[in-house]
Structures are given as C-alpha cells and as structure tokens.
C-alpha cells in the first residue's frame, strides 16, 4: 500500500514535468530531465556530459556536449527551465574527391521550456508545454561547421501521464516552427534566406519505479519534419522523419541530489546512431516527503 501510494501521489507529478524537454542544438528534446518535484520555490541546478555521433558511410559526426542547466517553480503548477550547451564537435565534409574533417567548439543555442500544469488529479496530468530556442550559438550556413541552428523556433504541446500502477504511462506531441532567417552564406559571400519549415513532435513511453529512489523508462519519439529551403531551394530529403528508442535510468541520491543516465539509439538513416549522457541536479527549496 506505502509503494503504491508512492507511485500514484508522487509520479504522475514527476513524469510530465520532468520527462518532457527539449535539448540543444542536436534537438533531443526527448531526454529526460531529472525527477524532481516542482514544488512552489524549487530552484534546481544541473549539468550533464552528453556524447552523440552519427556516420552517414564515410561521413562521421562526433560531438561531445557539457550542458548546465536551471529551473525554477514559482508556484505548483508552473515550471521554467532553461540551459546552455558547451559543444565540442568533429565532421568529416567531402570537397571535390577528397574527405576533410573540421571541428568547431563553443557555445550552442539557448534552450527554454515553460511548463504548466492544465488539469488532474493523483491518477492523471495534462500540461502545456512551450519551448523555444535562440540562435546563440555559430550556425552551419556562415560556418564550415555550426554548433546552432541559426535561427528562432518555438513549439508549442502538450504532454500527458495516467497512472496505472506500478507503471506510468506518458505521451506528448507538439509543433515546431523555425523563424525565416538570412545569413551571409561562408561559400558564396551571398545573402540567402533560410526557411526552416516545421517539425511535429511526437513521444510516448513508461516509467517504472523499483523503489522511492531509483526509477527507469523506455520511451519512442519522433520528429515529422517538413520542407526546408535555402534561398529558392528546397533541401534534399528535408522532409524526412526522425525515429529514436531510448532508455533511461535515475536515482535520487538524497532529497536535493538525483543522478540520470540517458542513452538514445537512432532506429533509421536520419537521426544519431546514438546520444550518451550522465549528469547530476541539486535542488533548493525542495519538499521533504513524509
């Protein structure tokens, strides 16, 4: 009775605000943050190493990511997150008949999320959910390698968690939309307009519980992406679909320190062979459970 109690006053707060995010400029938007209640007067730092690649034949991109993060509950139902990537990348680029390999580091895009809870009770939570992104890091049309996108987006969802004891069920979906953007392009010296198009976001996933401190979940999530152009182009097979599994794994060390560890297997050609990360959060102002 204590452990279901457990999972049905405690988990189906965790999961939606905590489970749904967006992540950097390689867009895992679909990792987990850290389970932590938002109570009102949370304040909560983190930070994770994340490693992700992907070969495409001869073409390998490797980046290495070091990400601090903040969030803050003012009140029960609203939470506020916020981070900055610190990004160390290397890809291969074929010129002519030969194969060169570039790297660049430095800071990538500022990443927020607003997340507010719009209904529910202990059994089940609905939430709106408002990202956005801001181009702050080196993008990939005025650069040999961009660490950003470049460009604005926002998205806009809704996620949802229903208790079915002892698993949680969750889902989410939402849309993105990229904000037109010209950029002196490194090759030609030209101005050219960027039109990012959109992107419909989907996830869905369980979490399981083994005891009150360390849980797990295995979730799917894809990127429907639309047409994107680059002057009067449009980008070859820009509109593809982006299919992921991950798996994830915490453990609250004590009532203010969780540990995560996230790993992320691309299931086709067009997302990352595979997305690693570990990191830790501390919280100020937490709750103590009785």
Known sequence: ????????????????????????????????????EATKGLIEFGTRVQLSGNEE??????????????????????????????????????????????????????FVQL??????????????????????GENPYEHQVGIGKGYWTITPGLSAAFVTDPTILFAYVGYQHGFNKKFDDFATKEATELDPGHVIRMSTGASFSFNPRMNMSIYTALDFRGKTKYGDKEIDESDDTLARLGLSLGYKIDNSLAFKMNTVTGLNDSASDYVISIGLTYGVGIKAKS
């Not at 405690?10 to 990792?31: D, K």
């Not at 809870?117 to 702050?136: H, M």
């Open 57 to 110: 034949g001869v073409l390998d991109v490797q980046e290495l990511s070091i990400i601090p993060s903040i969030r803050f509950a003012p009140n029960d139902r609203l939470d506020i997150y916020a981070e900055l990537p610190f990004s160390t990348i290397k890809q291969d680029q074929i010129e002519g008949f030969d194969l060169f390999e570039y790297d660049n580091e430095g800071i990538g895009d500022v």
């Open 115 to 136: 997340s507010h809870k719009l209904s529910g009770d202990t059994n089940w939570q609905l939430s709106g959910v408002l990202d956005a992104t801001a181009p702050s």
């Open 1 to 36: 009775m204590h452990f279901n109690s457990f999972l049905s006053k405690t988990l189906v707060l965790l999961i939606v605000s905590t489970f749904i995010g967006n992540i950097s400029y390689a867009e895992e938007w679909y990792i987990p943050k850290a389970p932590t």
